[in-house]
């Protein structure tokens, strides 16, 4: 985006005007002033020979006519006797702020004084201090409007570009959830399949009885129907009983429902996620959060680190509780990227009277000092393309200060990293709190 005004002269600013000789009598000059062309002018120019030799204002005319007999006594007076002798010059090629400069620089207050446009040091025209004034503070707007539109489209790139972020955080939290439902929903089918199978057990249990009982009350039955009656049934509660089916449906059931408690769970978490463009203040636990997003993130973070929770008891703080879930998702995510093959994430949680602390420690690579000092910078990554985007980090920064908090850092190469997050219990301006932008 250009957001440069062309170039502008003084030459757009050229009045022009009939000069003045240095014989031209005050009377005249008086007249001049009074005629309708030269109306807005303060001051005319006085030329000899094509060169600027003055300038006569309208205020020094007014002194001269306001003394008693003012008009007879200098009336008949060449304009050469009064003129200033030294009025401002510009030249014609002058760019518009140049002149504003000088003009500025060396304008008498109240102005009295027009400026004089020459060119090759001839006299060519008037130029207004009050035009020069009006198309300088055009300029200004123009430069202004450019700015603004500058801005928006500066601001919709950096929207769209959290965006991106949030989606592609989005989507691997997605992929990861998904992937971790599809475990507990695997054997949650083969479980209820097998009990399937085995209910025909306990279906033909029921058959057999009911045989049994029909070949009971039948007066008519003889004893080797009865008999073989009896036998079937009793096989069947074998199976189904002394078999331990019974005990193996039972087992498949509790699985079964573990594995759904599972799925409920990682539904419930990604709810909490998914409202990630929701700004909304509530009381919430921050080791339910830290749960939450280590959940989410269970997909990354089981295959490079054990996870070691040490909280404190009462760590409920008020918050946006999916912009805080989002920092530590993001802080969690860059701990498990950080560690090479397996290490260990400490979480840990410490109450206090008006703030909560989280820390949140890898025994990752850590990072020099020089990397140290970036990593809340937009777009700062040290990962692949395509790996690391460079926002998480900025985001959370600055969805802990919008929430009042602080973030801190601290980092050994090759030993690990520790991030703390201090935020305050209340939140005494809620309306401070937007989506990052
Ligand atoms: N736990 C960590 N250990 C080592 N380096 C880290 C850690 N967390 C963040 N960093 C550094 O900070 C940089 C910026 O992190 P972030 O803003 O989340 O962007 P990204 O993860 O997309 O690179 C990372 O590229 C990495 O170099
Ligand atoms: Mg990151």
Redesign the pocket.
Known sequence: MNIAVSCQRVRELAVSVEPLTPTTKINDVADLFLSERYRELLCLPVVENGKVAGTISRYAIMKIFLQSYGREIFGARPVANFMNAKPLLVDINTDIEEASRYVHAHISNPITEDFVIIEDNHFFGMGMVLSLLELLEKRAETRNRALQTANRHLKSSQARLIQSEKMASLGQMVAGVAHEINTPLGYVQSNIELAADLSQSVALLADNNQSLLSALLDKTADDGHIESAIQASIDSVDEVVKGGLLSDMNTLFADSLHGLSQIGELVTNLKNFSRLDHVKLSQVNLNECLDSALNIGRNIIKQKAEIIRDYDQDASIECVASQINQVFL??L???A??IEHYGSIKVKTRARETFVDVHIR?N????PET?RKK??DPF????AVG????????ISYQIVQQHKGLIDVR?IENKG?E?VIRLPRKQLNPSALQEPT
């Open positions: 993001n802080i995510t860059n701990a990227q950080a890898d990752g690579r850590g990072m990397v990593i809340f700062f990554t040290t990962k790996e690391g985007t460079g926002l998480g980090l900025s980092s990293t991030f």
